[in-house]
């Protein structure tokens, strides 16, 4: 069975500086997805970013960047010039294979932006 | 953009009820699936559905838990007789299938159980 980690419960940072957050997985599978899920207080479920493991080049969305090291089973998040709209938490997800494939998330971080 | 949606986006029921949650997937996925969160806690993976049956479920998904899709667009989430517990958030999610690897997710029913 796959599992996540986020080691970091709770994390804060200054607006416009930069935040990394933390995640971990365990698999034996060699093809899989890794994705980054953002929810702000309404509760919803927002991709932010995904990266098949596959590819070596770490995906990038905008402000928002990966850190992933297949070896070391790590998917980290960077976010860049953090903005007050960043509140929310953080999921970070596994899903083991394409189509059916249920999808494994851990505990989640609650990032906090101040002004 | 398409999305899934999901109704009602609350719903408050006495212990022992049954409920329905209804989701409608995006048109053209294949797969969909039931997550559920308890209040401050991780999402948790409840049931998978393709080609019209259940593909995958946890060991959350027991003998009070069943789907269905029964139009065609529709998929619904029915809890027999629910219990305080069952209180959270259930989010329905879909996915296209083999090319396109992640799951849509709805904005969520909230469940409350009283």
């Known amino acids: 069975a796959q599992t996540v980690t986020q080691s970091q419960p709770e994390m804060s940072v200054q607006e416009a500086e930069t935040v990394t957050l933390s995640c971990t997985y365990d698999?034996?599978?060699?093809?899989?997805?890794l994705f980054w899920y953002k929810q702000p207080p309404s509760r919803q479920m927002i991709l932010v970013i995904r990266?098949?493991?596959?590819?070596?080049q770490n995906a990038t969305e905008n402000r928002f960047s990966v850190n992933f090291q297949k070896a070391a089973k790590s998917f980290s998040l960077k976010i860049s010039d953090s903005q007050l709209g960043d509140t929310a938490m953080y999921f970070c997800?596994?899903?083991?294979?394409?189509?059916?494939?249920?999808?494994?998330f851990g505990d989640g971080t609650t990032l906090t932006v101040k002004p | 953009e398409p999305e899934v949606t999901q109704t009602p986006s609350h719903q408050v029921t006495q212990m022992g009820q049954e409920v329905i949650l209804r989701c409608v997937p995006i048109?053209?996925?294949?797969?969909f699936y039931w997550y559920r969160q308890i209040l401050g806690q991780k999402v948790e993976f409840l049931v998978s559905f393709y080609n019209n049956e259940i593909s995958e479920k946890s060991e959350i998904f027991d003998d009070q838990f069943s789907v269905e899709r029964p139009d065609g667009s529709n998929f619904t989430l029915k809890i027999r007789s629910t219990k305080l517990e069952d209180s959270a958030m259930y989010f329905c999610?879909?996915?296209?299938?083999?090319?396109?690897?992640?799951?849509?997710f709805g904005q969520g029913t909230r469940l409350t159980v009283v």
């Open positions: 990266q098949e493991a596959y590819k070596q």
């Open positions: 997800a596994f899903m083991k294979h394409a189509g059916a494939g249920k999808s494994t």
């Open positions: 999610a879909s996915n296209k299938g083999a090319e396109n690897t992640e799951a849509f």
């Open positions: 698999t034996s599978e060699n093809n899989y997805y």
């Open positions: 048109s053209n996925h294949l797969y």
